[in-house]
């Protein structure tokens, strides 16, 4: 079956260290990855999508990866900050369909001082 | 620019009863979602809509739970009877058409939390 998969276990690193969350996806051949961020309480908030043909994406602190041989995108946050804690969510289509957006498990993020 | 909308934030109620979720997009967006999240989980898509009509509702648990976006503007989601497991958040989101196969970006409302007793 299909899956998105996100280590479930909390990352805590300290602050000014990059994070580095990974998304491992399964029995999928995504043309593209999403990233979003999710706050306690709050809906999810997008944050990058990266295609199959971009190695890499940036925006300010934030870099997504997309390696299709290792079927793995790979976020990081780096000088991350404690206004960084959060649940970071990976999601995608199956390919070729732009319907049933699926959603990782996600990862908290902990950044303390 | 006015963010989704969605009420009642919270509601709780016993097994068995009944309970909509309303929830209005963003003005312009064509695609509208239901996903439900469980505590600890990711969002769990649920059904959605593209203007007025259904483009997937394979995991709408269709024994107890409807869903319409009459007009394709507003939806509301209702669940009869509900049972236990049902306690989670409601998630609307709402986005521009895909392009393609290019899903758009999501902007997510801030969900209606049920608890079911």
């Known amino acids: 079956s299909q899956k998105i998969e996100q280590n479930s276990e909390a990352l805590n690193i300290q602050e000014g260290k990059t994070a580095t969350l990974t998304c491992n996806y399964t029995?999928?051949?995504?043309?593209?990855l999403q990233w979003y961020r999710q706050d306690p309480g709050r809906g999810p908030v997008f944050l990058l999508l990266?295609?199959?043909?971009?190695k890499e994406k940036r925006k300010e602190r934030l870099k997504v990866t997309f390696d299709t041989t290792l079927k793995q995108s790979l976020f990081h946050i780096t000088a991350s900050q404690p206004a960084d804690s959060a649940t970071y969510l990976c999601?995608?289509?199956?390919?070729?369909?732009?319907?049933?957006?699926?959603f990782g498990t996600g990862t908290r993020l902990q950044v303390t001082l | 620019e006015a963010g989704v909308a969605q009420s009642p934030r919270y509601k709780i109620i016993e097994k068995r009863q009944s309970v909509a979720f309303w929830c209005n997009p963003i003005s312009g967006h064509a695609t509208l979602y239901w996903y439900q999240q469980i505590l600890g989980q990711g969002p769990k898509l649920l059904i959605q809509?593209?203007?007025?009509?259904?483009?997937?509702d394979s995991q709408l648990p269709k024994d107890r739970f409807s869903a319409e976006r009459l007009k394709g503007v507003d939806s509301t989601l209702k669940i009869q009877p509900a049972k236990l497991e049902d306690s989670a958040v409601y998630l609307c989101a709402s986005s521009l058409p895909p392009e393609g196969s290019l899903a758009g970006e999501l902007f997510f409302g801030e969900g209606s939390r049920l608890t079911v007793l």
């Open positions: 999601a995608t289509c199956p390919v070729g369909t732009a319907s049933k957006l699926t």
């Open positions: 809509f593209q203007n007025n009509g259904v483009v997937d």
């Open positions: 029995n999928y051949s995504p043309a593209y």
């Open positions: 990266i295609r199959e043909n971009e």
